[in-house]
Structures are given as structure tokens and as C-alpha cells.
């Protein structure tokens, strides 16, 4: 992973200051706490009663961030006592619509709302194209306004394209990202993987906190995460759900079946997180605490959640627990 | 009002069949109720803890349609039970982003999901902008798909713009749309509205449905839900959201302020219903059943719900009610 490109986005948003951060063991500052809040801790694409999908809130001395926006995410940050007027930037992991979904819902109801200044949406490529087509499709909507005669809205939005080992300085903390194996490809395949996914670690004044958004296992995520105070991790029961998904009589994941080696079920074991797994990951980076999200099968009952914190304890012994709905870490 | 212009779109849909369904008062088929899924009854843009944003299912003998699609529109239809893959079509009453916030989730979670089969999205003019733009956003993700080499996502959409008297016959039933007044000029002033806002007839097999959408007072409207069975209506307690938003000191909705003739208050009160207007309407066309949605301010203790209903039933002697998240009527 290459450490070298640096983002530094100095005095792009007014009164932000670019300052290092100090990493974990440094000084802590006496500054009001860091929170990061679980907004939606399923799985996505599939819609549950009982989860929202994937979209989290990172909330820095007054500072509110959204980290990936799935379907609902702004609801859901009401849900949390939080407003979308409040929301500075936007970190998106990875494209994938069960991460993007809210999205639109973020641009075109700051719009409405005609809330002042710049927006931030941080993503790897095609975060730009994703947001010039969601900006595209709001123009009927731009152009009539709320039909007051000679009135419309406008978006200031910024978009940052950033790319394994890219740091952003913003207002009192720092933004470091790895490309994680979410879009890796299949052993010994040279092409070159179709997309791009990262990981995000915040290094904030009072703690530093790694984000995996979905991922495989990855050495570039367990560097990323080295020594973290917070790690919020992917975790999908990867083995429960293929056989939800699998036919009676059909092959089981891992048989002979041809199809299997690039095939969905070879996506779910290379590009997501087992419980063991996400154990490796946080015994590996030596991290002080462990919230797992992004469940998959949905919902479990306390026996299944004691299952997968016994399995994360294989390899982790350190302070782990399964993030709730608008939970705040 | 025209009711010349008619889109039929005959086999469009395999399995689909064109057929003028009785009117209010015709013979009822012997056939499952249709069902009106309220699933969310805040009025955007602001978020609330307690309701959703603007959107509605409608379920037809099997046949799932979404009537907007708010913020989170994909996540309500889960708490009902209701899947997006079961979604056949959506017709949007305008382009605000209350009403179209949840699109990106409901059109890229469809494909994330691979469901098979034409999505038929119904709305004014700008529709087809928004579709498109959603679909440009998309295209990253739409290329990775899930980083299966040689896999990527789709989507086969249908946009169907629709105009004031347009009529569509579906696999079943028939719709029918007037342009109300939610984006009327100010009086006197000639030039043409900057957008179109549709209210939507559903005549059904079991009953007929009139969803207004976001209107203000509108003729076209009330003779759309001449006889209707159910109305779903709009409804904002205008002079409490200007009283909200006013800051003390400054000038009361109604008063000399020159910049109260086409700002903010007006457009509240020309582009709204009140609660007396909302009694004016299902009086005016004789609806059997009233369920009023889209409340604004929001929350509201019982005391408050009972005003509104007071208000109602001075020009409405017919069953009314205050629709809940997630109520069926």
C-alpha cells in the first residue's frame, strides 16, 4: 500500500484548518467525545423490518460526517436526533447501491432544504460520476424550486476521488484510506479488478476509529487498521446465507459445481468478512475495541450473536460486541 | 381539464391486459381488496424521528406498486411486509425530493438485487430527466456489478410521462391523472408554471383511490375524485410551520411584508392544503372515505389530531382519519 499521495484540501471549506492529527498513544486532547453511530446495520441489497442498510455518522466536536448512505439514511439520522443540515461531508466505502441508496435523498433534500455551503463526498472513482448523474437527475426539480416565481435550488457539492493510501487533512482530524478486497479478483485472473473499495481510518483527536466498509480479508485493511481504538467491521455469516439462497438438491458452496469458482458464492467467501474472519482482523491490527455491523442472514436471535462473538473470540480478546440500529460507539 | 389524451399500453408488460375497470358505483368484482399502504406521513423536506417521508404502496390482486418515493420508500415497504423485487411500477406526483428521495435505492437495489422484468416509472414531465440522471449515477456500480469477472447489473425501466387528463390502463385497473395546483403562478402573472404536480385515480376492480399528491385548492382535483371511494390527501397546518419558521419580531403570513406576495408564505398557502381545504375537497367531490397524510408540522398530540379533524368535518360529514406509517386503508 502506498502511503505517498496526500489530499490535503486547505481552506476549501471555510474556517477548516489542515492539521496532523495525533495517531494512537499520542496526547489527547480535552475535547468533547468522538461518536460514531451505526445508522443501519444490515446487510443490504435485501431490505429488512428490522435493520436499515448500511449508513453510519461519524460526529466530531460538532463536526457531523456521513460514512456510506444507504437507502434511508437521512431517516435514519433523524432517528439518531441528528439533521441533515448538520452534514458536512459524505464518505462513501464503495459503490455498491445498498452504501449509495440515501444518496440521493442527502443531495436533493439539502437542496430543498436550501442549506448554505459546501457539501463533501469523499469515494473512490466513479463517486464524480455518481454524483454528476444524481445532480443530472434533480435538474427538473432545480430548475421549478418550490414554484415561487424566478426561484430554484442549487447543490455546492464537492466530490474528492481517493485511491489506496490517499490522506485527507480535514477540521481537526485526519482521513486515511486502504483499497480493501471487496473487488478483488479471482486467483491467478491479471485483470484488473472493476471497481474500487476502501477502507477509512479517522484519526481524531480523541481516538482513532477504522471503518472496513465491505471487504474480504485484506492485509492493506489490517495495516490501515493498525493499533485503532475503534474498529467497526463488515461481518457476513457468509455460509448461512448461501444456504438461504440455495435450492434443495442444488450444489453446496465449495462442491465441484463449474460455475463456483467465479460464481456468487465464490463473491460472498472472497469479497465479505466470516465471523473468524473479522476475529483475524482485530487480533492482527491489535485494535482496543471491536463493533461488527453489516449483518447478513437477518435477523439472529441471542444464540446466533453469541455464535459469532465466540468466533470473533478465536482470535480477538479484546472488548467486541454487535452494533444495534442507531447505536453510538 | 382534457380526458382525450390516453396512453394505453397494451402487452407492454407480458401478461398485461388493457381493460376499463367499472367506475365508482359499477359492479365489484368478486376479487382480493386492493390495499392503500400509507409508508410515510411526514411532509418533506425535513426528516422526522416519528413519520417517514412521503411515499405509499398500493397493492392490486398481487400486482405491488409504489405511489412516491421518499427517503427510505424501500425500507418502509420491508417494515410492511412488502418487497421491492414484488415493485411492477411507480408513479411519482412530482419531482420534489420528498416525493423522489428513495428512487436511487428503489431503481439500483432492484438491479443489485438482478430482478428480471420491466420497471414502469409514471410521473410528469422531468421524469424521464430523473430516471436517466439516476441511471447515468448508477453506472459505475452497474459495470462492477458484484466484481464477478464478466458480471455487471442492468436495469430495464420504462418512463411513462403523463399530463393533465392522461389515462393508463394497467393489468386490471386504470389510471387516471389531473394536474393540480402545487405549482401554480401567482394571479396575474402569465407565464407558465415551472414544473407539473400530478394527483393520481386509481379505479380498481373493488373501489376507486384518488391520491392528490402535493396540491394546493385545485378544481381539476376535485372533479378527478368526483365519487372516489378512498381519498388520500395531502394536508399541512400551514399557519403553524410559518409560525415555526418565523423568527420573532419579523412579519405574520398575510401581512404587508412585500415579499409575502410570491415567497414562502405564499407559496405555502397557494401550493397546500389547510385542514378546512382538505374538508373542502372530499366534500366538494363526494369521496366515501378520507385518510389524510403528509402532516407538516410534525409531531402532533392528540388534542392537535382532533383539531384537524374538526376542521375537516365542518364541510366533510364522511368517515375521516389521520393516516399512521405503515397504515392500510
Known amino acids: 500500500m502506498s502511503w505517498h499521495a496526500v489530499v490535503v484540501l486547505i481552506g ?16 489527547r486532547g480535552n475535547l468533547a467525545p468522538s461518536e460514531f453511530i451505526v445508522l443501519g446495520t444490515a446487510s443490504g441489497p435485501n431490505s429488512e423490518a428490522a435493520r436499515a442498510q448500511p449508513a453510519n455518522a461519524l460526529l466530531v466536536r460538532g463536526q457531523l460526517y456521513l460514512v456510506d448512505a ?3 439514511a437521512v431517516a435514519q439520522l433523524a432517528k439518531a436526533g ?22 440521493l435523498a442527502v443531495i436533493g433534500l439539502r437542496m430543498q432544504l436550501e442549506v448554505q455551503g459546501t457539501l463533501r463526498v469523499f ?30 435550488w442549487s447543490a455546492d457539492i464537492e466530490v474528492v476521488e481517493l485511491t489506496d493510501g490517499d490522506a485527507v487533512s480535514l477540521d481537526g482530524f485526519e482521513v486515511t484510506v486502504a483499497e480493501n478486497s471487496h473487488f478483488s479478483m479471482p486467483e491467478g485472473d491479471s485483470r484488473a479488478a472493476p471497481s474500487v473499495s476502501l477502507s477509512y481510518r479517522f484519526d481524531l483527536a480523541d481516538r482513532s476509529i477504522v471503518y472496513t466498509g465491505d471487504t474480504g480479508p485484506s492485509d492493506a485493511l489490517a495495516e490501515l487498521a493498525q493499533g485503532a481504538d475503534l474498529l467497526i467491521s463488515e461481518m457476513i455469516d457468509v455460509d448461512a446465507v448461501l444456504a438461504l439462497m440455495r435450492p434443495p438438491g442444488a450444489a453446496a458452496p465449495g462442491s465441484s459445481d463449474p460455475g463456483e469458482a467465479t460464481g456468487f458464492a465464490w463473491h460472498m467467501h472472497a469479497h465479505h468478512l466470516t465471523p473468524i474472519q473479522v476475529g483475524e482482523l482485530a487480533g492482527a491490527a491489535g485494535v482496543g ?28 480478546d479484546g472488548d467486541a460486541e454487535l452494533a444495534v440500529d442507531l447505536g453510538r460507539y
Open 12 to 27: 476549501v471549506l471555510a474556517g477548516s484548518v489542515a492539521v496532523a492529527q495525533p495517531r494512537p498513544g499520542g496526547p
Open 70 to 72: 444507504g437507502d434511508g
Open 82 to 103: 441528528l439533521r441533515l443540515p448538520a452534514v458536512q461531508g459524505v464518505f462513501l466505502s464503495h459503490l455498491h447501491f445498498d452504501h449509495t441508496g440515501g444518496m
Open 123 to 152: 469515494g473512490p472513482p466513479g463517486t464524480r460520476e455518481l454524483v454528476d448523474g444524481l445532480l443530472a437527475a434533480s435538474r427538473p426539480a432545480m430548475r421549478a424550486g418550490y414554484g415561487i416565481p424566478g426561484q430554484g
Open 289 to 316: 475495541r471491536l463493533v461488527v455491523t453489516h449483518f447478513a442472514p437477518n435477523p439472529m436471535d441471542q444464540e446466533q450473536a453469541q455464535r459469532y462473538l465466540d468466533a470473533i473470540g478465536e482470535n480477538f
